[in-house]
């Protein structure tokens, strides 16, 4: 099984490393991987993205045309990348500052108010982990006690000390699409 991933946001929001986290998690697990980031822009207040594809096969190409998800972090995102999901697929939207009454018809949506929830965890910072636990939770691709058993490992030495913290997020956007 293949699945595609485009997570979208403003630079600042930690877009690429949900998309390396996710990467990363699905490497350890002994999936196959490719991440390409969009280089460039990602500046505080530019915008990012970056595409993750997970397999259980090697990937032929790193591009996600017509990907199964789309996480959209902020409007501009929002618009720009809910024209290539693909037919049925699942949009993940920030609610604090995504509207999403201009959706397409065909496809799912779940809106999620990840600054308000990461901010109840004392650190608006980790609201792209919260997304994060979401996403995991409405595709299944990985397993979220892998991730979390391994989350230090995951995030690098560097990373080590907002652990307890990124985990908290994780659980509680999975949590959040579990009581959906």
Do not use: W
């Amino acid at each position: 099984m293949t699945t595609k991933v485009v997570f979208s946001g403003f630079g600042g929001q930690g877009v690429l490393s949900m998309g390396t986290t996710l990467a990363n998690t699905a490497m350890l697990e002994g999936k196959h991987v490719t991440y390409m980031p969009s280089y460039g822009v990602e500046v505080r207040g530019g915008t990012a993205n970056c595409t993750v594809v997970v397999a259980d096969e090697e990937i032929a190409s790193p591009v996600a045309s017509e990907p199964e998800f789309v996480v959209a972090m902020n409007q501009p995102s929002f618009i720009r990348f809910q024209s290539i999901l693909q037919s049925g697929g699942l949009l993940l939207a920030n609610s604090s500052m995504v509207n999403t009454e201009a959706a397409r018809r065909d496809i799912e949506i779940i809106s999620i108010p990840t600054s308000e929830l990461a901010e109840s965890l004392g650190s608006i910072k980790v609201a792209n982990m919260v997304m994060l636990g979401a996403l995991i939770k409405a595709s299944g691709m990985i397993s979220f006690e892998f991730m979390v058993k391994h989350l230090s490992e995951i995030l690098g030495e560097g990373k080590a000390k907002l652990t307890k913290l990124n985990k908290s997020a994780l659980e509680e956007g999975f949590n959040f699409v579990k009581e959906q």
